[in-house]
C-alpha cells in the first residue's frame, strides 16, 4: 500500500512529526488556508521568511514550515519583520501570531507598521482568549466574559482589530473566521500579492480555553457559532450596532494602492531632495 | 544590496556622536535603527542623511524596542546591523538584547550613557549604564562592551565593534557618555584601505535542521535569510541544530554555556586595556572618558616624585580580570575612578582585595568629569 501524503506536506519541515496544538484547534485551518495560498500563487518557501511571536500560533511556522522561520518575543514579530523585509525587500515576509502577541504587547508595532506601509502580510489568528497560558482575558475578550483574569465578567471592550489596522493606514485588511477557509486564503493570497502592508485577522476557535469559558463548548459548536453569526461587511453596513452585537463581521475592510514604504524610501533618495546634499 | 562605505578619509574636528556615525559607514553597516533619544541623537540624525547614500538602509521605529528587533532582524537577513541610544532606550531593549544573545546575532549597540535613574538628566553624561548592559536582560549571558574616551575612538570603537559582533555572533556595546559624544576634537579617517574590517562567516548549504548553525565555542557559521537554507531561529532554549528543546537538561545547560563560554574562551583576544603602571606603588583604574584626567593626575603625581600609574579598561565586557589582578598584585594601592557611583567597582575590588588596598573615588559632583586635581588630592592623602 502507497504511503498517503497531505499535499500541503512538502511545505513543512521534514524532521517534524507533530503539532502542539490541542484538538479541535483552528491553528490547522489557518495553516493550510496559508499553505494553500503559497501553493495556488506557485510560489516556493525560499520566497518568503515567516515570523512570529509568542503564543500558541506563533508555532505555526515555528517549527512547522520548512522554510527561513524567524520565532521571537512576546509581541515584537513585526518589529522583527520589519528589519528582516529592509534587509531581504525581495523575499516575501510573513508575520503569524496571535491577537494577544499583535494587539495587546505588540499593538504599537502594529498599528505603526501599518501607518508606514511595509510591505509585509501579517496573519493575525484571534482567539479572542490567552490559550498558551490558560485563558486568561485578551484585549479580545468579548465584554463580560467570565475568564481567570475576570472572574466577576470582563469589564473592558474588545478590540475590533480589522478596523484599527484599517484605520491606521494598511493596504489591505480582510477577516475571515476558521469556517470560512476558501475566502481566507484568497485573502492570504491577496495580502501576499499586495505591495504594502497586509493583515488578514482569523478569528479562531479555541475549544480548550474560550470555548469553556463562553460556554460555547466543543470546536465543533464554535465553528457553528460562526457559521450563523458570521456576516459580510457589505451587510453589516446596512445593519443596527444592535443587530451586530453577537455578529462576526467578515470581509475586506481595505484594499488599495499607495506607496510603500521600502520603495517609497527609495525613490526619494533619487529625488529632487536626495540627489543634493 | 551592497555593504555600504562612504568613508570621509581625512582629519577632521568633530563631534564624537557624528565620528561614530563615520564609524559605521565605515565599517559597513547594510542597516541602521533608532529612536530620538539624547544625548545619541546626533548618531542617528547623521546617519539618516549619510548611510542611504552608502548603500544602507535606516529605519526610524515607534520605540526602542522596535529598533533593537528590527536590527536583530536586519542581521539575519544578512545585514551589518547597528541601533544607538542612552540609557532609557537600553532599558526598553533589555529582553531583545537577550534575544540577540540566545540566538547568536551580530549587532552593534552605541549607548551614549546619561546621567539616571529614570529620566535622569538628558544631556548630562554619567557612566549610568556598565553593569546593565551586562546583566540587564534577564538569565545568565556574556556580551562584550568597549570604552571610548574619544571622539577618535568612537570612530575607532564603532568599527572594532562591528569586527567583533561579526566574529563572535554577539551584540557589542560601544559605552559612550554624553561627555565623549558631544565632545568635539581632532578626528583622523584612515583612508579605507587602512581600516581592518571583519565579515561573518555565511553558512553555506547543507540540510537544515542537520546543520550545526548555533552553540559552537568556535563561533559558527550563520545561517543568513534569503539564501534558501530553511535556517530555524528560535531565541528559545534550542540545540546546535536550532531546533527548540524545552525538556533535555543538557540541551538548557549548553544553550546558557555555550554562548557564555564562545567570549569568555576567547577573552585573551578580546579584552584590551591601556597598563601604565610598572614599579607603581598606586595604580588609577578607570575607563571611558574618566582616564584622560587619571592619566593627567598619574603625570602631575609622577612630576612630584610619588610612583604612580594607571590602568585603563578599553574593554568592560568580557571583564579584563586577569589585568586588575597583576595591577593589584604589583601595587600597594588600587584607586577606582568612575563616573558613577562605583558600578565595576566591585568586579574590581573582588580581582584586588587579596593582593592590596583598594578604594573608590567618584566624582566630586556625579555627571561631572574627575578634576586631575582633585584625583592628585587624593593620591596625596593616601600616599602621605
Redesign the interface.
Known amino acids: 500500500m502507497s504511503e498517503k501524503t497531505h499535499p500541503l506536506r512538502k511545505y513543512m519541515?521534514p524532521?517534524v512529526k507533530k503539532t502542539t496544538f490541542c484538538p479541535g484547534c483552528g491553528a490547522g485551518i489557518i495553516t493550510q488556508a496559508l499553505l494553500r495560498a503559497i501553493d495556488e500563487l506557485g510560489l516556493t518557501?525560499?520566497d518568503f521568511?515567516f515570523?512570529s511571536g509568542i503564543g500558541c500560533s506563533a508555532w505555526i511556522p515555528?517549527?512547522l514550515f520548512?522554510?527561513?522561520?524567524?520565532?521571537?518575543?512576546h509581541g515584537?514579530p513585526i518589529?522583527?519583520?520589519?528589519?528582516?523585509?529592509?534587509?531581504?525587500?525581495?523575499?516575501h515576509v510573513i508575520v503569524v501570531s496571535g491577537d494577544g502577541d499583535l494587539s495587546a504587547i505588540g499593538g504599537?508595532?502594529l498599528i505603526?507598521a501599518a501607518r508606514r506601509n511595509i510591505d509585509m502580510t501579517v496573519i493575525l489568528v484571534n482567539n479572542g482568549i490567552y490559550g498558551m497560558t490558560g485563558g486568561q482575558t485578551a484585549p479580545t475578550t468579548p465584554h463580560g466574559l467570565i475568564t481567570i483574569t475576570s472572574p466577576y465578567g470582563n469589564a473592558e471592550h474588545e478590540f475590533d482589530i480589522s478596523s484599527l489596522v484599517t484605520a491606521a493606514g494598511a493596504s489591505y485588511v480582510a477577516r475571515w473566521t476558521a469556517y470560512h477557509p476558501r475566502q481566507m486564503t484568497k485573502s492570504i493570497k491577496k495580502g501576499i500579492e499586495k505591495k504594502g502592508f497586509a493583515m488578514i485577522e482569523a478569528i479562531t476557535q479555541c475549544p480548550v480555553q474560550f470555548g469553556r469559558v463562553s460556554k460555547q463548548g466543543s470546536a465543533v459548536n464554535m465553528m457553528k457559532n460562526y457559521k450563523e453569526n458570521g456576516i459580510r461587511i457589505e451587510k453589516a453596513a446596512r445593519m443596527d450596532a444592535s443587530e451586530l452585537l453577537v455578529k462576526i463581521v467578515e470581509g475586506e475592510f481595505v484594499d488599495c494602492d499607495k506607496p510603500e514604504l521600502?520603495s517609497s524610501?527609495a525613490a526619494a533618495?533619487q529625488g529632487p531632495t536626495?540627489g543634493s546634499n | 544590496m551592497g555593504e555600504a562605505r562612504q568613508i570621509n578619509t581625512g582629519t577632521h574636528f568633530m563631534m564624537g556622536n557624528q565620528a561614530c556615525a563615520e564609524g559605521v559607514i565605515a565599517a559597513g553597516c547594510g542597516f541602521a535603527a533608532g529612536y530620538p533619544i539624547t544625548p545619541a541623537s546626533e548618531v542617528f540624525n547623521a546617519l539618516a542623511k549619510q548611510l542611504p547614500k552608502a548603500g544602507g538602509t535606516l529605519l526610524q521605529t515607534e520605540d526602542e524596542i522596535s529598533a533593537v528587533c528590527a536590527a536583530i532582524g536586519a542581521s539575519w537577513a544578512g545585514l551589518k546591523s547597528f541601533t544607538v541610544t542612552s540609557g532609557p532606550g537600553i532599558s526598553l531593549m533589555q529582553e531583545n538584547i537577550g534575544l540577540a544573545v540566545a540566538t547568536e546575532t551580530p549587532l552593534v549597540i552605541v549607548d551614549v550613557q546619561r546621567l539616571g535613574p529614570s529620566t535622569g538628566v538628558p544631556s548630562v553624561g554619567m557612566a549610568g549604564d556598565m553593569v546593565q548592559v551586562a546583566r540587564g536582560s534577564h538569565g545568565d549571558y556574556q556580551i562584550i562592551a568597549i570604552c571610548p574616551e574619544s571622539p577618535q575612538e568612537m570612530f575607532d570603537m564603532t568599527v572594532q565593534a562591528f569586527n567583533l559582533a561579526e566574529e563572535y555572533r554577539v551584540p557589542v556595546f560601544v559605552m559612550a557618555e554624553g561627555f565623549v559624544g558631544h565632545m568635539r576634537e581632532r578626528v583622523v579617517i584612515p583612508d579605507e584601505s587602512q581600516i581592518k574590517l571583519v565579515h561573518r562567516k555565511i553558512t553555506q548549504g547543507g540540510e537544515p535542521l542537520t546543520r550545526r548553525d548555533f552553540l559552537d565555542p568556535e563561533v559558527a557559521p550563520m545561517p543568513v535569510f534569503g539564501r534558501g537554507l530553511k535556517t530555524h531561529v528560535t531565541s528559545s532554549c534550542h540545540d546546535e541544530y536550532g531546533m527548540r528543546n524545552l525538556s533535555d537538561p543538557d540541551v538548557m545547560h549548553r544553550y546558557i554555556m555555550t554562548p557564555i563560554e564562545k567570549i569568555l574562551g576567547k577573552r585573551d583576544r578580546i579584552v584590551e586595556v591601556e597598563a601604565d603602571h610598572e614599579g607603581a606603588k598606586l595604580v588609577l583604574v578607570s575607563y571611558g572618558v574618566v582616564s584622560r584626567s587619571s592619566r593627567q593626575a598619574a603625570a602631575m603625581a609622577r612630576a612630584a616624585g610619588l610612583k604612580v600609574g594607571t590602568l585603563r579598561l578599553k574593554t568592560a565586557w568580557p571583564f579584563p580580570d586577569k589585568e586588575v589582578r597583576a595591577a593589584a598584585e604589583s601595587a600597594d594601592f588600587i584607586l577606582v575612578l568612575e563616573n558613577n557611583t562605583g558600578q565595576m567597582y566591585p568586579y574590581i575590588k573582588a580581582e584586588s582585595a587579596h593582593a592590596c588596598k583598594i578604594d573608590f573615588l567618584g566624582p566630586q559632583v556625579l555627571g561631572q568629569i574627575h578634576d586631575p586635581q582633585y584625583i592628585l588630592a587624593k593620591i596625596r592623602e593616601i600616599m602621605k
Open positions: 519541515r524532521q518557501m525560499d521568511v515570523v515555528s517549527p520548512n522554510a527561513d522561520t524567524l520565532h521571537t518575543t515584537r518589529a522583527f519583520a520589519s528589519g528582516v523585509k529592509m534587509g531581504l525587500p525581495d523575499k504599537n508595532h505603526h521600502i524610501s533618495l536626495g
